[in-house]
């Protein structure tokens, strides 16, 4: 495989996952001054599972979550409750002692790093970078929930392995939403793939050099950490990822991938509300009674 250099790229496997949590979720106050945003729940499942199921069934080895105080609640979640499991046990109620237990991963395949201050989303990605070595690696953010028949991170890992480099999951927006993302400079596009050529973060409508905008699923270079070391702020003075990304453009193959899916931005009370509209409609065994619910508000 060659960049667009001429360079040889070797496609590693990817093991290792990010997922930022470091955020102080502002846009969902007061709700999240005391509960940490990813730990809200859409239908009964916290937004973080999902992040950590969709990176499991991707085939990752090694989740990292980048946490910040009061964010205790993750860890436990992800933990065995020995008392829990007990009570349920002598009820008889294994089927939520399964949903209780079975998303705990393998003991040590969830590492924890803290992020000591909010200083951007790069910057949460940066304070992993201990755990993910010199090795192509994954980031989800979690309250991006994406609805989806093969998991969007499995959809980016495929293009990852047939192009190497980075990979990032895009969507096309309406222009005047640009200003609410990282926005692809776009140099071929076949309406599934394009190929990068630059970035911008939260550039304005006049400005964006597409409507083609990254949502929190990325499969990237090693090269992108090494980005990040300069700690350089941009957009609203917080050390960004797109910039660090936008700096290994050349030096690496870098791809946009319209993926097949429904995404919520769950850090938005009403892309929250329709998160949790969406997935109790695609869970057969609460479909009927949710149906019924929203006929009576139609
Ligand atoms: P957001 O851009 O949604 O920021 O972060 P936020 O702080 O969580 O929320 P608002 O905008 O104030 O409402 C996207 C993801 O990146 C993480 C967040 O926790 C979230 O999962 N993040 C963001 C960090 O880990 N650290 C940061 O400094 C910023």
Redesign the pocket.
């Known amino acids: 495989m060659r960049g667009k250099k001429g360079r040889s790229f070797m496609t590693r496997p990817v093991k290792t996952a990010v997922i930022?949590?470091?955020?102080?979720?502002?846009?969902?106050l007061p709700a999240t001054k005391a509960v940490p945003?990813?730990m809200l729940p859409v239908v009964d499942r916290p937004l973080i599972q999902y992040a950590v199921e969709e990176a499991r069934a991707a085939g990752i080895e090694t989740v990292v979550f980048?946490t910040s105080r009061g964010k205790a609640a993750m860890e436990d979640h992800f933990d065995l409750a020995a008392e829990l499991d007990g009570a349920l046990a002598a009820g008889g109620k294994e089927d939520l002692r399964a949903a209780a237990s079975e998303m705990v991963p393998a003991a040590g395949a969830l590492v924890h790093v803290r992020?000591q201050a909010?200083?951007?989303?790069g910057?949460?990605v940066w304070c992993a970078r201990h755990v993910v070595g010199d090795a192509p690696f994954a980031v989800l953010?979690?309250?991006d929930l994406v609805l989806s028949g093969q998991p969007c991170l499995g959809q980016l890992l495929d293009v990852h392995r047939e192009h190497g480099g980075n990979v990032v999951a895009v969507m096309d927006v309406p222009r005047e939403e640009t200003g609410r993302y990282g926005v692809l400079d776009v140099v071929e596009d076949d309406g599934r793939l394009a190929s990068v050529r630059g970035l911008v973060e939260k550039p304005a409508p006049a400005d964006a050099p597409s409507t083609l905008a990254i949502v929190g699923r990325y499969v990237l270079d090693p090269s992108v950490l090494r980005a990040l070391d300069a700690h350089e702020t941009g957009a609203g003075g917080?050390i960004q990822l797109t910039d660090a990304m936008a700096r290994t453009v050349g030096a690496v193959p870098f791809h946009g991938l319209r993926f097949e899916g429904r995404r919520f931005d769950c850090?938005d009370r009403m892309g929250f509300l329709e998160a949790n509209i969406a997935c109790a409609l695609a869970r057969p065994e609460l479909a009927p009674a949710a149906r019924e619910i929203l006929a009576r508000f139609a």
Request: aromatic fraction near 4%; charge should be negative.
């Open positions: 930022p949590a470091g955020g102080l979720g502002t846009r969902f945003k990813e980048v992020q909010p200083l951007g989303l910057h949460a953010l979690p309250d917080e850090g």
